[in-house]
């Protein structure tokens, strides 16, 4: 599809598609203002949904809007535009994090991608033991390289010292009165908000604690949350970046989305295994090996092949989009 006028309907469609990404606790940190003049949409931080105990420095919220900027690159490109991204681009303004302008006209050329922003969504439930084909494997590593990232494939070994650092960074989560208020606090059934995960979406735990899947602070109510059998040998992956500054952050949003529609469009489940990355110590020791030019971990993910699992809500384009006075949208 092609579209030469940003009407409003178009406008409204290109903002879905950004807060479609996937965001950590889905607070969808972000909010988008355009500036008509030079038909630029910006992506500014809404750090009053920020997590003041789980992501102190900002990390989380940034790889969740490098998430929001490859989803509207994607949609701007589909309705025919060129997509010029700057990350970062005024000094002066801090909270914003990026901005898409609408180039010239250019041929739609991600109609999968298109797709697959509309059907990705992260599934906690097991997955079966079939491993990913190497053709799959080369897509996604390849998906991460196009955003300056790099995506790695651990060998056994190597998989089972991560889910440990990840199991031991969500025993501490557990044991940290604020970060499992923060976590329960964004658990909710549905309303007028568009934020946060229904009771529903967040899955069981593994019946053998071998799969160490976060329960945003369920441990703490009256029968917690189900347990099921998870795959014995689960497909995890590592993504880096060669730096670990803001706007290596927001490229390994980007990276990570871009992975995670290649993943969707190839018919792959995925799941996000967070938590050592909250605590700087942990993370340190997820990285690659030492003098690696990727050494810096920015993602684990868990990929498979299952069901889909539940989705989580958004909130509509009109409450993300706001007017010059950042006031949201009538």
């Given at each position: 599809m092609t579209s030469t006028t940003l009407d409003a309907a178009t406008l409204e469609k290109l903002v879905s598609a950004a807060v479609a990404a996937p965001s950590v606790h889905n607070t969808q940190p972000w909010c988008f203002r355009l500036d008509p003049d030079t038909v630029t949409l910006e992506i500014h931080a809404a750090a009053e949904r920020g997590l003041r105990h789980i992501d102190p420095s900002g990390r989380a919220l940034h790889v969740s809007v490098g998430c929001a900027v490859l989803n509207l690159r994607v949609a701007v490109a589909h309705f025919g535009w060129e997509p010029v991204t700057r990350l970062l681009p005024r000094p002066g303004a801090p909270g914003l994090l990026a901005a898409v302008r609408f180039g010239g006209g250019t041929r739609p050329s991600t109609p999968r991608l298109y797709d697959a922003v509309w059907r990705r969504h992260s599934s906690r439930l097991p997955f079966s033991e079939r491993p990913l084909p190497a053709d799959v494997r080369v897509e996604l590593s390849e998906a991460a390289r196009a955003e300056g990232a790099w995506l790695t494939f651990p060998p056994p070994v190597e998989n089972q010292r991560l889910l440990l650092l990840t199991r031991e960074g969500e025993h501490r989560?557990?044991?940290?009165?604020d970060r499992a208020t923060e976590s329960r606090r964004w658990v909710r059934e549905s309303d007028r908000s568009g934020l946060g995960m229904s009771a529903r979406a967040l899955g069981p735990q593994d019946f053998q604690e071998r799969m160490p899947m976060r329960d945003f602070g369920a441990h703490l109510h009256p029968g917690g949350l189900p347990a099921q059998t998870f795959e014995r040998h689960p497909t995890i992956l590592m993504l880096s970046t060669a730096h670990d500054r803001r706007t290596d952050w927001l490229r390994a949003g980007q990276a990570l989305e871009r992975v995670l529609l290649v993943a969707t469009a190839r018919?792959?489940?995925?799941?996000?295994?967070?938590?050592?990355?909250e605590w700087p110590d942990l993370c340190e020791q997820l990285a690659p090996s030492p003098g690696s030019r990727h050494g810096h971990a920015q993602m684990v993910i868990r990929m498979g092949y299952g069901p889909t699992g539940p989705s989580t809500p958004r909130r509509s384009a009109r409450q993300t989009l706001t007017g010059g006075d950042g006031s949201a949208l009538p």
């Open positions: 989560n557990n044991s940290s009165a018919g792959v489940r995925t799941s996000l295994l967070h938590q050592a990355l």
